[in-house]
């Protein structure tokens, strides 16, 4: 499994501290995406980025940020205005870059653990 | 609103019968339609799609736009389809919230 990578495995923070989640890929994607994922809801779309230094929120990008500085690199950015951010978080990326999106490359996904 | 519903949280089917996973979609238009499928401890990753038209692993889905569904079937079921299974449209990158399927011996 190589081509799209997320760091770390699992992350735990403290109340009230920004964390960030890497995403990598080197698949030559124009778009990549990321999801939360919690049980019993699915994924749900939190930010995606058709191109570089350009991206649009998705349904629950409330306390999240995000950064397309690199097309290989979308890190994620975790806030302390995030109310619930314990959760499972997926990175995708896909070729197309259009509003009808070809078909998605997930990475292994980060854990992350407010205490 | 929810743009994919899958109404099965659990799916339990004995080897060797058939499985059919459900999965409706709003929003209609012409939609892109996708199978996704997580087994144990790898990754999401795309089982199938409705523009291709083709069978991955025996599952068919096939696309009703009369029915807004594009349920996902498979004839004999395997040990080895066990796993979590997503259906996903493109209007607002939305999935459903997932079947996890046991198939037993």
């Known amino acids: 499994d190589g081509g799209i990578t997320q760091s770390p495995k699992y992350l735990f923070r403290k109340e009230g501290q920004n964390v960030t989640l890497s995403c990598e890929q080197n698949?030559?994607?124009?778009?990549m995406y990321w999801y939360r994922q919690d049980p019993g809801q699915g994924l749900r779309l939190i930010y995606y980025?058709?191109?570089?230094?350009?991206?649009q929120k998705g349904d629950i990008a409330e306390g999240y940020s995000v950064s397309r500085e690199k097309k290989e690199s979308f890190p994620l950015t975790v806030t302390s205005a995030q109310k619930n951010p314990t959760a499972f978080y997926l990175c995708?990326?896909?070729?197309?870059?259009?509003?009808?999106?070809?078909?998605?490359?997930f990475g292994p996904g980060t854990r992350l653990t407010v205490l | 609103a929810q743009r994919v519903t899958q109404p099965e949280k659990l799916l339990s089917v004995f080897k060797g019968a058939p499985v059919e996973l459900k999965c409706n979609y709003s929003?209609?238009?012409?939609?892109?339609l996708f199978w996704y499928v997580q087994y144990s401890r790898q990754r999401l990753q795309l089982l199938l799609r409705?523009?291709s038209r083709e069978s991955i692993k025996g599952f068919t889905a096939d696309l009703n736009k009369g029915e807004t569904s594009f349920h996902l079937k498979k004839p004999f079921a395997q040990e080895e389809d066990s796993a979590m299974y997503y259906c996903?449209?493109?209007?607002?990158?939305?999935f459903g919230a997932g079947t996890t399927v046991t198939v037993r011996a």
């Open positions: 409705h523009i």
């Open positions: 929003y209609s238009g012409s939609p892109e």
């Open positions: 996903a449209r493109d209007y607002k990158l939305s």
């Open positions: 980025s058709q191109i570089v230094n350009d991206f």
């Open positions: 995708a990326s896909s070729i197309l870059p259009s509003g009808a999106p070809d078909t998605q490359y």
């Open positions: 698949l030559n994607h124009d778009a």
